[in-house]
């Protein structure tokens, strides 16, 4: 293959990467909570039942946004089931899944968990089967200083200082008949924008997510958060986006290209951001609020039977999916100015980095894309230019087949390389317009035996990153040659 270069400048930036866009998704839904991130029989559990290995596995992630209880499960959820005394929590039948929840873990323990892990809390209020008076409750419960009913209710549960709650999403994919209290987007809007007042009113520093379209293929994509934005104003400090994608016809090279389609999505939504703030005339922009986003198409058992922590959407990642996962994180970072908050979906077991077998865990190939980027996030995201050779993807067009982003630190530059090819080798060369690179300071490199190579409990390293020392550096470019299939991460020093 010829060689890629890709062109970067200092000053050609979209501004800084939100750290929050390395965000999580925590459900209760299948084994995410329970036999996921607690477990309090687990000889893994430590002093509040959470599983020792899972969240060790989760701090390699260094995750931000941790959004819960849902999902399609917080359509139904009442957030007073799960606050108080464990003993007299009530046990539900849960729709969304088919499942029963017993209220072991709620919005204290998840409070707990973020405070442990150093996630910051995300919550969907239910705004299906819920009220906006609900919601607004819940706003005092976890924000309000003792003295008022629910405040002091949470005081009496043990917690005398406010959770300190500022992400507040309003519902959950709205937009589907699946969903628990869907309605047209005229309706669901009304509902929004009265949940908005209360809950800022209650507390007016925090930060409100709209639900948006639910996914591209809707009929109402993008009219739905049109309605819903005029209808919310400047209540909607962000709106939501939601995406599963997958190799459904069999054609890695285009499956790889997915990437296009992904950044459509974010103009597209960001175009009717923009053109709402006009119509209002209005000086506040919505932003987006990426909050579920995954590969997910394998796996799609989801009756939990009647069942506690049943095994549902249990995803098995492979080297494709990987590079997918990274296509997701190259294409946030490109559209910094508008992406302000993006969770994973989900954390654990549940389409997941991260697989429970009884004691046991699995790292899955989606993990190192995520990790990788993750721990190289801070800084400005620099407009990437790639000039190399292309391809033509069935669905998704016309594809360089090198995929890149690049955030730039000070003198710290991290690049990320995908080479979509299968078969062939991709050499690249990384030049800074304005600056000299002088040298590398860490390179790695994730990889494997083929596009459907997976880790499993037997082989757990098929699918991992490796440190990589082919990168070179003379002349003031970075070079490298990329294997077929391989996404690389590199901190350079630039002068
Ligand atoms: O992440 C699994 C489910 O996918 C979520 O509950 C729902 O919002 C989406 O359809």
Redesign the pocket.
Known sequence: MNTTNLHLHSRYHVGAVDPRVFGG?L?H?GRAVYEGVYEPKSRHADEDGCRKDVLAALKRLQMTAMRYP????ASGYHWMDGVGPRAKRPTVREL?WQSIEPNQFGTDEYVGLCRKMGWTPMLTANLGTGTPEEARNWVEYCNCPAGTRYADLRTANGSLSPHGVKLWCLG??MD?P?QLGHVPADQYAIRAQQAAKMMKDTDKSIEIVACGS?STGMGSYMEWDRTVLEHLGDAADYVSL?R?VGNHGGDTPDYLAVTNSIDRQIEEMDAVCRFVQARRKSRKRAYLCFD?WNV?YKNMQMDGEGKVAPHL?EEVYNLEDALVVAGFLHSFVRHADCVKIANL??IVN??APILTRGDDLLVQSIFHPFEMFSKRRTGLALRPVVDGPEYEGKTNGRTPFVDASAILDGNRLHVFLTNRSLDASAPVCVHVADRMVRAVESAELLTGPGPKAENSYENPDVVRAQAYAGMTVKDGRARCDLPPLSLLAATLTVG
């Open positions: 998704f459900e839904m849902g999902g399609n499960f969304a959950n994919e589907g699946w639910c939601h599963y579920e997910w959407i979906a989900q549940i389409i």
